[in-house]
């Protein structure tokens, strides 16, 4: 490659076939170019390169003669076309490397990096509505755990005050003891029943008369050997433990023509303590029902 | 040969240094290597048909380089660098293989 060639065919340009005139004469115009440098370089006119392969073989003198002058123009060449191959091999390494490296980005150009960066963009969009999607469902769902929890605070808190007013749960609060003596056994059935329904229209909410946990479904039998509650039988003293507001308890018990004024009538006494705490007990059990259900629901 | 040997070693030096492309030159090296591997194979076509010149070599080499970051830098000014580049490397690509293919026909006869 290095060597010059004699030929003085105008080369032509690598770039385009030979077939394309207009390039062939390019290159000529380069050979002839070429060969007035050398003219200028100071070389002998005659045994220049564009007439030397005429010349030929038939002038071989002239040629070696002329092909020593041109070493240092061989050399200079040869040194250029090693040092701009020697260039492409070091940018196609460079640029290899670089296409290769982790970081493509950096080489892109500014139309695809805009690309990149609106499809970015789009995708960055995207995952943003699904985060909110995702955050409204989450928030349903803790709402609805939330309400769940709620409700199901409200079915304790039901379940809890059902168990008191039905009397299944022992209960404790404000309220009075009442001790109802009867030394001549004169209070009927009813007048302890009063006791209860005075006491229930007090807004008493846990009774227990005696040991057993007055309900709704409490009955007060009277008996030859006293009075019966609930199938017991009971004997005066009878003591009576009632949870509300002791206040209005004593004042519903004390009432002119009342309770207390009946166990007076009937030779005996009741005596009702106000207290901070009253501690009832007895539980009564509720049995399951047979034939209703809850309707509606 | 030399220019073989060259290629060589600029493949290795670029290897070994581990250079970055300045952040100017980046649109325009890839250019530029295709370029250069036109003029290569155009030189080597010439070499094979015995009209090889070493000046037009390198003036071709050189040229084409320099137009062909060029029409990519103006492309790039009028906004249309991305287009311009695909045009240069297939008007490159379709030259090397016309190129390749005379080679060809010189090395293999066929």
């Known amino acids: ?297 | 040969m030399i220019a073989g040997l060259a290629l060589v070693i600029g493949l290795v030096v670029g290897l070994v240094l581990r250079p970055t492309v300045p952040h100017g030159l980046e649109p325009y090296l890839p250019i530029a290597v295709v370029a250069a591997l036109d003029a290569v194979f155009g030189g080597i076509r010439a070499r094979l048909d015995g009209i090889f010149d070493s000046k037009v070599f390198v003036v071709s080499f050189v040229s084409n380089v320099v137009v062909a970051a060029l029409i990519v830098f103006l492309g790039d000014k009028l906004g249309v660098g991305g287009q311009l580049s695909t045009a240069v490397v297939v008007v490159l690509g379709i030259r090397i293989f016309g190129n390749a293919a005379a080679i060809r026909r010189h090395v293999f006869r066929a």
């Open chain 1, 1 to 297: 490659m290095t060597d010059r060639s004699d030929d003085p065919t105008p080369a032509a340009d690598d770039a385009v076939g030979s077939a394309e005139p207009s390039l062939d004469d390019f290159a000529l115009r380069e050979s002839a170019g070429d060969a007035a440098e050398r003219v200028v370089a100071g070389q002998s006119r005659a045994e220049d390169g564009a007439s030397g392969a005429v010349e030929g073989d038939g002038a071989p003198a002239p040629g070696a003669k002329a092909a020593r002058r041109l070493r240092p123009v061989h050399v200079r060449a040869g040194a250029l076309i090693g040092v701009l191959t020697a260039l492409l091999g070091f940018a196609i390494a460079v640029q290899v490397r670089s296409n290769s490296s982790s970081d493509s980005l950096s080489n892109a150009r500014e139309d695809d990096l805009i690309r990149i960066l609106d499809d970015q963009n789009a995708r960055a969009d995207r995952l943003n509505r699904q985060i909110a999607d995702l955050q409204n469902t989450l928030d349903e769902l803790q709402r609805s755990g939330n309400s769940d929890a709620v409700a199901q605070q409200q079915a304790q808190r039901e379940l809890e005050s059902l168990q008191l007013l039905l009397g299944t749960v022992p209960a404790s609060g404000p309220g009075v003891t009442v001790e109802i003596s009867d030394p001549q056994r004169k209070l009927k059935a009813e007048d302890l029943l009063d006791v209860v329904e005075e006491l229930r229209g007090a807004g008493a909410e846990s009774i227990q008369f005696g040991p057993v946990r007055v309900t709704t479904a409490t009955s007060f039998v009277d008996a030859g050997d006293g009075v019966h509650v609930d199938g017991q039988a009971l004997n005066a003293p009878y003591r009576v433990l009632a949870i509300g507001e002791p206040k209005t308890l004593d004042t519903a018990l004390n009432i002119p023509g009342g309770v207390a004024a009946t166990a007076r009538n009937a030779g005996g006494d009741a005596q009702v303590v106000e207290q901070q705490q009253v501690d009832i007990t007895a539980r009564s059990t509720v049995p399951s029902p047979k034939y209703a259900a809850p309707a509606g629901r």
